[in-house]
C-alpha cells in the first residue's frame, strides 16, 4: 500500500509564502513524475506543477515566477515553495505521484487527501 501525505498548509496575508510538502511511504519500487493540484471551492482541480525523477518541471501559467516544485528522491519528497501569494491561490491543494510498487505491475497514479492554503488578510 502506498500513501501520500501532504502538510505545510495554512492562512497567509497576501503576499505572503507557504511551502508544502508531501512524503510518499509504502512499498514503493520507483517513483516518476510528481506534482501538485489544487482545487478552490465550487472549480475543477487543476495542474500547478509537476516534476519529473530528473528534475524536469512544468507550472501552470498562473503560477510562473511564484511557486516553485523540488523533490528530494532520497525521501520520496516533493515540495512547493509558494511565494508572493495571493487571494485566488486559496484551495486545497493535493500532490499527486506517479508509482510502481514492483517492477511486474504497472506504474499507476496517487494522491494525497489535500492540504488547505488559504490567502486573506
Known amino acids: 500500500q502506498v500513501q501520500l501525505v501532504e502538510s505545510g498548509g495554512g492562512l497567509v496575508q497576501p503576499g505572503g509564502s507557504l511551502r508544502l510538502s508531501c512524503a510518499a511511504s509504502g512499498s514503493i519500487f520507483r517513483i516518476t513524475t510528481m506534482g501538485w493540484y489544487r482545487q478552490a471551492p465550487e472549480k475543477q482541480r487543476e495542474l500547478v506543477a509537476t516534476i519529473t525523477s530528473n528534475g524536469t518541471t512544468n507550472y501552470a501559467d498562473a503560477v510562473k515566477g511564484r511557486f516553485t516544485i523540488s523533490r528530494d528522491n532520497a525521501k520520496n519528497t516533493v515540495y512547493l515553495q509558494m511565494n508572493s501569494l495571493k487571494p485566488e491561490d486559496t484551495a486545497v491543494y493535493y500532490c499527486?505521484?506517479?508509482?510502481?510498487?514492483?517492477?511486474?505491475?504497472?506504474?499507476?497514479?496517487?494522491w494525497g487527501q489535500g492540504t488547505q492554503a488559504t490567502v486573506s488578510s
Open positions: 499527486n505521484a506517479y508509482i510502481r510498487t514492483a517492477l511486474i505491475f504497472p506504474p499507476r497514479t496517487y
